[in-house]
T-cell receptor, first 115, second 114 residues
Framework: DSGVTQTPKHLITATGQRVTLRCSPRSGDLSVYWYQQSLDQGLQFLIQYYNGEERAKGNILERFSAQQFPDLHSELNLSSLELGDSALYFC??????????????FGEGSRLTVL | GESVGLHLPTLSVQEGDNSIINCAYSNSASDYFIWYKQESGKGPQFIIDIRSNMDKRQGQRVTVLLNKTVKHLSLQIAATQPGDSAVYFCAERERRGSQGNLIFGKGTKLSVKP
């Protein structure tokens, strides 16, 4: 158990809908990262928050947004969903704002299926 | 558990043999590299890391080798066990000023035959 909690584990929805994925980082970790893992793209970095502020942005679509709350949990919002958004979405956390030690702890992921 | 289902290169080894998983990275400016293991239905788990000022690092049953000349990284697993069956990802940290994000490779699936 990495200590990172993601909900829901599975989500099935229709095209055009909006969903919210939630992540609670490990106790004491200030950074939260979101990754998308799809069949043909592997693990793609989406966005990082550190202590409530956006730190880095990767290949995140404009239809997607995220935030980190004062209690450090984070939410990833996916809107106007398309079939191609079906993927595993992972949250990871770390103590610092920069990956220095490899100690990026991943949750077990949220599997999104868009029908 | 559910599998990742990626179309991945697969390495099949006999239990007890040594495994070598290779990875080519893309950015010569990357200064830090990590290997992760992802078991079916779980998130990636840190195995071992190496900084660009090193060419070899050893852990428990695992060794990472870094060849910066050809931008190649390898993970060696000694005496491979059935519990080592998983997808293995290398990741590079692309240095951008004071920041850096991990870029993951596509992964290699390791299957261990008993």
């Amino acid at each position: 158990d990495s200590g990172v909690t993601q909900t829901p584990k599975h989500l099935i929805t229709a095209t055009g809908q909006r969903v919210t994925l939630r992540c609670s980082p490990r106790s004491g970790d200030l950074s939260v990262y979101w990754y998308q893992q799809s069949l043909d793209q592997g693990l793609q970095f989406l966005i990082q928050y550190y202590n409530g502020e956006e730190r880095a942005k990767g290949n995140i679509l404009e239809r997607f947004s995220a935030q980190q709350f004062p209690d450090l949990h984070s939410e990833l919002n996916l809107s106007s969903l398309e079939l191609g958004d079906s993927a595993l979405y992972f949250c990871a956390s770390s103590v610092s704002g920069t990956v220095n030690t490899g100690e990026l702890f991943f949750g077990e992921g949220s599997r999104l299926t868009v029908l | 558990g559910e599998s990742v289902g990626l179309h991945l290169p697969t390495l099949s080894v006999q239990e007890g043999d040594n495994s070598i998983i290779n990875c080519a990275y893309s950015n010569s400016a990357s200064d830090y590299f990590i290997w992760y293991k992802q078991e079916s239905g779980k998130g990636p788990q840190f195995i071992i890391d190496i900084r660009s000022n090193m060419d070899k690092r050893q852990g428990q049953r695992v060794t990472v080798l870094l060849n910066k000349t050809v931008k190649h990284l390898s993970l060696q697993i000694a005496a491979t066990q059935p519990g080592d069956s998983a997808v293995y990802f290398c990741a590079e940290r692309e240095r951008r000023g004071s920041q850096g994000n991990l870029i993951f490779g596509k992964g290699t699936k390791l299957s261990v035959k008993p």
